[in-house]
């Protein structure tokens, strides 16, 4: 009798009420009932983005949205500022040149997170940027990125700051409207714990005036009339209706949690991973880990992809292997969404059992010690 | 009790057994399962488009497939032809421009067909033209469009026929390879009996020269890019693979059918709408009707939008009204997906029982009735 576990960062696990508000028989996107559906999903939304701006809803995955904001806030010929810190990063500078937008990279070495002060430099010597690019949780690392600290940059400047908040949302904190940012990213299928399909964007005021200037190609990805149509609870093409259903279960769930409490409890799940790793023995691999996801580098010895093949053939665990040049070096183990304490007991049990398999030396159970340690030092907190 | 029953062309009803694999716990896009569901579903769909070329599938509604085809196989400043006989026509006019790219229209009234010797004359008079862009089923008047005419018109030319078979892939039947269409691009809620949220594409060789020319700035919707990891049942961005799952299920209706015959039986139970309507002493309001949709021109005392919304709140009937300049005044009855008999006699005799509640003069039962007879006849053909 297998059972399965997924601790994949997305698509994350579904609540169960969600996936069986899928099954229902399908409905009429232009319904009365439809709209009531967006209004609510879209009012909700606000409440995980922490703003005040309308979010809109596109039926895409989060590149999808990725590739809108660069379509609809920029000019071609524009100068931009992009945080490369790994695929994602990555990702946002291919998408401003596929639309012929230049390009100042700032490298980052994949594992860590960006300076703050580097960013402050690069805007200095170009005052003319346009944007800086930016990734809250860096997925293919694990790093956590300091938007706070970007904001505190951009804030004061007519320079935009858009960021990637496609794997972290609701997991790691995101204070859109306290700290500034102009323009939020993400998708259903992560902290949203919603499959994949859907995908989000907000801006603040000063985004939207750019959306006026831009002059860059765009038509399912316009912004503006998916903002504009939302308000209306509706929709300038069929959207995924299926996964707005499943959505409005899920955005329950965090609104009744509150998403302070939610980042809370990632909090305390992802610190019990990050110990029960120390404590197998194990190097983090990023200097300043997410909530969204533990990334851990293996020993030279065990070779990542087999290690994560076995795992889920064998015992019925996915974890999320190494992307790019990280491929078979790493392993990823996400704990986001519809995740709490006995989960991330599973997720570390397998792992010694696992790493024990294949050899390495550990003195099973210590992980999970470490991980019960921070559970019981959260739960006196409370 | 009400029971609900969705007549709309799209989203179309569900097979119960989609809908229950949506309800399953959801899995990793990038597992060999996923491979596995992927390729599998490439495969079949080379049934549904008649076609040796590969499908190619998007994460988006079906205007995201419409929008990859113009970016994917034009340049800035191209010539093409395009066929505007209704809302998807006019969409098809709508993304060539904001890519820039040159249109000629050619205007046809609401509810008829293009000539194809008009398309002749201006391919004659624009030899310069890149493309067609055609439609094979106008959803918003319920028109067929004569795609194999087309084709003859363009396949001994440089001139691409890009196809949207957005509504009308699996009702009403198109030959890609037999007829030489050259790029063809549908959605999965019609008659591919998947909520929306997945779009397909397929390029002849042809087709994909001219990506190879394409200067247009796209990301997201990259065609080859898709292409070239469906190959591998791989994507490169995540895909909405519970809609992926519910495809499957949905496909293999189609195959085990056969889609010849998935073709006949949309044309039986299409003929018995458009009988029925007749019978019902109403004007169709498309000259060459399609197999998707039957659209029905009201009397004038009859309001089509308070009649749509009585229909769904009184009787759980859900019908399309009319979109743009025929809002009010038609009412669309799609019938395509997972429909059988029954269903269009629900649906018929539902719009009966309105029209004499609205104070249509009406004899009870006489569309029911020429319903039946077609159904007669096709069953004694058999």
Redesign the interface.
């Known amino acids: 009798m297998k059972k399965?576990y997924?601790f994949?960062p997305?698509?994350?696990?579904?609540p169960p009420e969600a996936?069986?508000a899928?099954?229902?028989?399908?409905?009429?996107?232009?319904?009365e009932d439809a709209v009531a559906l967006i209004k609510d999903v879209l009012e909700k939304l606000k409440h995980v983005f922490q703003t005040e701006n309308n979010v809109l809803f596109l039926?895409?995955?989060?590149?999808?949205a990725?590739?809108g904001a660069?379509?609809n806030l920029l000019c071609q010929g524009d100068k931009v500022l992009v945080v490369r810190s790994g695929k994602f990063g990555e990702r946002w500078a291919?998408?401003c040149e596929?639309?012929?937008v230049e390009i100042i990279p700032i490298d980052v070495k994949w594992g860590d997170s960006v300076a703050p002060e580097i960013v402050e430099t690069q805007l200095t010597e170009n005052p003319d940027v346009k944007a800086v690019f930016a990734t809250l949780c860096e997925t293919s690392t694990g790093a956590l990125h300091d938007i706070k600290a970007l904001a505190r940059l951009t804030q004061s400047s007519p320079t935009l700051l858009v960021v990637d908040a496609v794997s972290a949302l609701g997991a790691d904190d995101l204070q859109m409207d306290n700290w500034g940012v102009d323009v939020v990213v993400s998708?259903s299928?992560k902290g949203l714990m919603t499959?994949?399909?859907l995908a989000f964007a907000a801006l603040n005021e000063r985004a939207w005036e750019a959306t006026e200037r831009s002059n860059?190609?765009?038509?399912?990805?316009?912004f503006r009339k998916a903002h504009q149509r939302g308000l209306e609870g509706s929709v300038?093409?069929?959207?995924?209706?299926?996964?707005l259903t499943a959505l409005q279960c899920a955005l329950n769930h965090i609104c009744t949690e509150g998403i302070r409490n939610t980042i809370s409890r990632h909090n305390c799940i992802a610190i019990a991973t990050r110990n029960a790793v120390k404590a197998i023995g194990l190097p983090l691999f990023a200097s300043s880990p997410a909530n969204t996801l533990t990334s851990i580098r293996l020993p030279e010895e065990i070779d990542g992809k087999a290690f994560v093949k076995m795992m889920?053939e064998k015992h019925g665990i996915?974890y999320?292997g190494g992307q790019g040049e990280l491929s078979g070096k790493i392993v990823r183990i996400a704990h986001l969404g519809w995740m709490n304490e006995s989960d991330v007991i599973v997720a570390i049990s397998a792992f010694e059992r696992g790493l024990a398999e294949v050899g390495y030396d550990i003195s099973l159970g210590a992980g999970v010690a470490a991980a019960q340690e921070v559970f019981a030092k959260f739960s006196n907190q409370e």
């Open positions: 399965s997924l994949t997305g698509p994350t696990p579904i996936l069986l899928m099954a229902q028989p399908i409905d009429y996107h232009r319904s039926t895409s995955s989060g590149t999808g990725m590739d660069v379509a291919e998408i596929a639309y012929g998708c299928q499959p994949p399909g860059l190609s765009k038509y399912y990805f316009d300038p093409y069929t959207p995924a209706i299926t996964l889920r996915t999320a």
